[in-house]
Structure formats: C-alpha cells, structure tokens
C-alpha cells in the first residue's frame, strides 16, 4: 500500500474550479481498486503545560470519524510553549 497523493489531490481540487475534464483525469489516479493506498487522518496541537493539564482527552470523541482506523492526534506540549509559537510566527513574517 501506498499514502495518498495529497498533491494530486490538491491539483484536482484546483482543476474542479475550472476544467472538469481535466480533474477527471487526475481523478483516475486516486481510483483505489486500481492503485491501493491508505488514508491516515491526523490533527496535530502545541499546548503550553497549563492547558494541557486543564483539558481532558479522554473525552475527544471520534467514533463517528469515516476514517476512526487511520486516526492520529499528536500533541506537543511542554513550559512556555506560547512563546516558542510566538517566535516562530515572528521569523515566518520577517523572512517573507
């Protein structure tokens, strides 16, 4: 099995807009009967201690995901987590 094409997608996405004939092209490569692939969902947070320790999640419920096998969440959390965010959205505006 391989990944998803999230590019692919994005390009058929784009191509619906505007050239229908087109996105069906693209669209035969994401046929999966003709070429198997796995979809794997995720979310992802950056949550400063404090919030995390205030926030329960055991409680997130994703039993009515359409994807719930191939389901992760991944977060990051850790003292002065905002200020990290803060400086990395600084030094992303200055470069551009």
């Known amino acids: 099995m391989t990944r ?8 058929k996405q784009r191509l ?7 996105a069906k092209r693209v ?7 003709d070429r198997p692939f ?3 969902n995720a979310a992802g947070a950056v949550l400063d201690q404090k919030v995390f ?7 997130t419920l994703a039993k009515h995901h359409p ?3 191939n389901l992760r969440l991944l977060i990051i959390r850790g ?18």
């Not at 998803?4 to 390009?11: K, T, Y």
């Not at 619906?16 to 087109?22: I, Q, W």
């Open 27 to 33: 669209q035969r490569f994401q046929n999966h009967n």
């Open 4 to 11: 998803e094409a999230m590019s692919l997608n994005a390009i």
């Open 79 to 96: 003292t002065s987590m905002m200020d990290l965010v803060r400086t990395l959205y600084d030094r992303a505006a200055n470069e551009a």
């Open 67 to 69: 994807n719930i096998k």
């Open 38 to 40: 796995r979809r794997v």
């Open 16 to 22: 619906l807009r505007n050239d229908r004939a087109a």
């Open 53 to 59: 320790d205030s926030v329960d999640f055991t409680t």
